[in-house]
């Protein structure tokens, strides 16, 4: 079996809690197993990686139930589990002030008569803007903490933390709602900390923000042409019967005050562009932007917003139509929240591509609720060791001289790669074999494992 170093074992033993005595040996197995398999990361390959030394046989029982049950009758949960990763993550990296918390979903492909939890669904990797494709597989509904990186504030990592199943069927909760769900589980685990959501145009809604939990600030996407009021409600004329106005006139659209302020030759008034500068998407931007404040019944009902119309004067960006639950946020501030979003895309990136998490193929509930959430949890775990104290060690230093210009520290597979070759030469010292031939093995083995990374 591969030895866990000491850096990852010190994170990994803050998470004994969440488990029994032979769970909590079982998970570490299984972690470093998932994470040096180098090739498809189903269950018995996984279990194949983890007893190197024993070859099982399919033909009969191979000694790997033990790897199975750990997700389809082991007794510990996923929310207790994200519990721990949470309060390890915000406390080992040091996240002061708010927290912001970034919510999507994906698509993991799968197919079987006999998995539970199947359906049809939008593929967003396939979809174009004029077609929408479908596929069979696993919605899932992640929410994860975006932090910026201590040493490179620039970028922006996300770090899931809960993954909720969506469930085919119109009786089952919706995306918003388990986001909700979600969302309220993270306020419950640090009570008085001021939450920041982050979430797309389909977050964006009545099952998700209505009403908005105290403590939590909403940042998202909303549609050019939404119907908005004024938030000050007109006076009604003396003597006139019946229901007092709750509104106000009807205001600009975002498309529609983003060209009114295209046509405002002096730049001055409330329908004008602003210059301001932000940090987006790893570097710093020269934007315009356009700020008011409106009322949208349709999905907030009368509590008013802080709308902020986005334009990128060289043109690489297309206009973006944001709002903020804040009414004192500012135009950059909202900006840089939304943001953030990104990294969430990054996160689905990387977890299909780099820990293949689209390859175990589990066909009972408890197994199929429990595995994809803990892979992505894995990859925070992952990613905090490597921030805390796995940049320091002499094999991330070999690791960054081989970087080429299109590479980044900060991406999971070179986070990967670090705790591959550290535990490799962990596992495999000198009283493995003669000296010839263990110097030999360790070569073909970081060979082989570069070249799967």
């Known amino acids: 079996m591969w030895t866990m170093i000491p850096s990852l074992a010190a994170v990994v033993q803050a998470l004994a809690p969440a488990f029994t005595d032979p769970s909590f040996m079982t998970y570490g197995q299984l972690l470093l197993g998932w994470l040096l398999c180098p090739g498809n990361h189903t269950l018995y390959r996984v279990g194949q990686a983890i007893r190197a030394d024993d070859e099982p046989c399919r033909a009969g029982r191979h000694g790997l139930d033990v790897y199975y049950n750990f997700f389809a009758r082991s ?51 396939a979809s174009t803007r004029k077609r929408v494709a479908t596929a069979s597989g696993h919605n899932w509904v992640v929410l994860g903490l975006a932090v910026p990186v201590p040493f490179c504030p620039n970028h922006i990592l996300c770090l899931p933390l809960l993954a909720r199943l969506h469930l085919p069927g119109k009786a089952q909760p919706s995306c918003a ?52 009021y004024d938030p000050r409600p007109a006076r009604a004329a003396p003597g006139r019967r019946g229901p007092k106005a709750k509104k106000g006139a009807r205001l600009p659209g975002p498309k529609e005050a983003a060209a009114k302020a295209d046509r405002s030759r002096s730049g001055q008034g409330p329908w004008a562009w602003q210059e301001v500068t932000v940090t987006a998407y790893g570097r710093s931007r020269r934007l315009r932007a356009l700020a008011y404040t409106a009322v949208w019944p349709r999905v907030l009902g009368l509590v008013p917003v802080r709308l902020v119309v986005v334009r990128d004067p060289e043109g690489k960006l297309a206009d973006a139509y944001l709002f903020s639950t804040d009414l004192g946020a500012t135009a950059a501030w909202v900006i840089e929240a939304f943001a953030r979003r990104w990294s969430i895309e990054v996160l689905f990136r990387a977890s299909k591509q780099v820990l293949d998490i689209e390859a175990p193929q589990q066909r009972c509930r408890q197994a199929v609720e429990k595995l994809a959430p803990w892979a992505w949890l894995t990859q925070t775990v992952l990613t905090v060791w490597y921030l805390s104290g796995g940049r320091d060690l002499p094999e991330a230093e070999r690791e960054r001289e081989l970087m080429g210009p299109w590479d980044s520290e900060w991406s999971l597979r070179h986070m990967l790669k670090v705790l591959r070759r550290a535990t490799l030469d962990a596992t495999i010292n000198i009283t493995s074999a003669a000296a010839s031939e263990i110097q030999q093995m360790m070569q073909a083995l970081k060979n082989l494992v570069n070249h799967a990374a």
């Open 75 to 125: 007794g510990w949960t996923v929310s207790g589990l994200a519990y721990r990763v949470a309060v390890l993550a915000v406390t080992t990296l040091k996240v002061f002030g708010p927290l912001y918390l970034v919510v999507d979903d994906t698509l993991l492909h799968k197919r079987g008569l006999t998995v539970w939890g199947l359906g049809w669904f939008r593929d967003a990797v």
């Open 177 to 228: 709602r388990l986001a909700r769900q979600m969302l309220l589980e993270v306020q419950g685990w640090f009570p008085g900390r001021e939450l920041v959501l982050v979430g797309d145009g389909a977050y964006a809604c009545r099952a998700a923000l209505d009403p908005l939990p105290a403590g939590v600030t909403f940042v998202g996407r909303l549609r050019g042409d939404a119907a908005l």
